[in-house]
């Protein structure tokens, strides 16, 4: 009987080790899922980061509109470091100019906005050639995080709404 103890305690045997290989391959293959798509979470934490910021930008134009007296008369907002930002008649940033808005928004407003708002943005473009391209359909910019589809941040300059996709 001593010799069938010893004879036990030398090792694992080739089914335990089996066993032992299965499970470990079971588990590896339950959560490499959730380690390959980290580029993915990243760049969306980047949209909601940088979305977030806008939308804390334009509520401090719309805020600075309001401490101004908060009517059509008033065409402009100007930021801390003498930024000027135009606004429209409800008072959402609209564009870069100290004139006011007309009620429409251009590609090119909307970067301007996208610069001007931001410290220390990412950069925005009309084509893919930086980070975010911006598209236009009046009042909505779009900024679209070029590097993955379906990453996006929607400004609608008539209410000042921002919408952050970012799944």
């Not at 760049?43 to 977030?52: D, E, I, L």
């Not at 509109?65 to 009517?71: D, I, K, Y």
């Not at 220390?120 to 980070?131: F, G, I, L």
Request: proline share 3%; hydrophobic share 40%; net charge negative.
């Amino acid at each position: 009987m001593h010799k069938e103890n010893a004879r036990r305690q030398k090792g694992f045997t080739i089914v335990e080790l089996v066993v032992v290989i299965v499970i470990l391959g079971i588990l590896a293959a339950t959560a490499l899922p959730r380690f390959v798509d980290l580029q993915g979470q990243a760049h969306s934490a980047s949209v909601q980061g940088v979305g977030a910021s806008y939308m804390s930008a334009v509520n401090l134009v719309h805020t600075g509109w309001l401490a101004s007296g908060g009517t059509a008369a008033v065409n402009s907002v100007t930021l801390e470091g003498s930024t000027t930002i135009g606004v429209n008649d409800s008072g959402w940033p609209e564009n870069d100019q100290a004139a006011g808005g007309d009620g429409t928004i251009t590609a090119a407003e909307c970067q301007a906005l996208w610069e001007d708002m931001l410290i220390s943005a990412p950069t925005v473009a009309t084509d893919t050639s930086e980070d975010y391209q911006v598209t236009v359909a009046t009042p909505t910019c779009t900024y679209t995080l070029n590097a993955t589809t379906g990453r996006s941040i929607a400004y609608n300059s008539s209410t000042g709404a921002v919408t952050i996709t970012a799944p």
